[in-house]
């Protein structure tokens, strides 16, 4: 197999002999010269081990070495602008390392200007893309963290921040300077989308499969009902509601269960609704306190000429028992 490798350079060398100017042999090893002597000996093919001193091809134990003179670049298709192909039937690419695990295994730091793959692109200096990308580099962040610089200036006040640092939460958000001064504003689908947590379907704004705790919840809402509290307007009647209640079973403008069960509740709506009703409630319980207040006064009046007439016919009771008293005693004294 060397011989036949050793002849086609041969071939080669014969073929180029305006460039080669000797061909002497050492050994082994094939050695070619520049046209003239001033080039010195310029690349040598064939043996085994290490050699420095100038360019060489080597086959050791079946692996292919192509290196450069100490201290020179190699270059691989350096003066043509053609495609360059790197195992096309199959193996993997190893840079910086003897064992390449992956199509294209790098043991080392990569600079690039741009990354594109079918569904993304990393450009590095555009502010139009991703330019800034960082697991843990940034002097600013520790392992298990991503900042992204999308724009801006590059320090550390303009990156978005994922990671899973505090205590294993995951945490999406921006930093000026440390993880622990959060600043700046974060947008979730600025320009339309819904925002899904817990479910795959997003049929609003936000979408939650799941208990929400929070502090302080508010809602923007129109038409607050202070209107029920005008002169002129006009409620239902507790016979009415009545009636209502008797057909639908629910309140009027209050959604019933099934609706509720199919389409949700709409928090500032029924909030609104609510006080609505509550609002008409204490209407109603300030006119029947006023038509208790005159029944009652009513029956004051009533017990007043009660105990008025009780008094009328207390005093005339006592009138005729003293009539009978006085009577009983004549007769007693006619008899004698």
Known sequence: MKLKVNYIFLLMIVSLNTLGQALPVSGNQYHLYGPNSNWGEYFQVGGNGQITNH????????????????GFATYINHYNQGPTFINTQGGN???GTTNPSEKLDVNGNINVVRVKSSTAIFNSNSRNSLNSFNTGQDPNLSGG?????F???????????????FGGKVVIGTHNFNLTQWGGDILISPNGGNVAI??????EKLSVNGKIRAHEIKVEIQNWPDYVFLKGYEK???KDIKRYIDTYGHLPEVPSAEEVKE?????GEVNKVLLKKIEELTLHLIEKEDEIDVLKQLRD????????????????????????RHGSNASTKTFN
């Open 145 to 149: 963290w991503i900042a992204a610089d």
């Open 55 to 70: 360019a060489f091809i080597a086959t050791t134990n079946g692996n292919l070495h192509l290196d450069s003179k100490a």
């Open 93 to 95: 690419v190893g840079i």
């Open 236 to 238: 239902a009647s507790l």
């Open 263 to 267: 389409k949700g509740a709409s928090l």
């Open 301 to 324: 009046k009533d017990n007043i000429q009660s105990k008025k007439e009780q008094k009328s016919i207390l005093e005339r009771l006592g009138a005729l028992e003293e009539i009978i």
């Open 151 to 165: 724009g801006g200036n590059d320090n550390a006040s303009d990156r978005l921040v994922v990671g899973t640092g």
């Open 198 to 203: 817990g479910t795959t379907s997003a049929r």
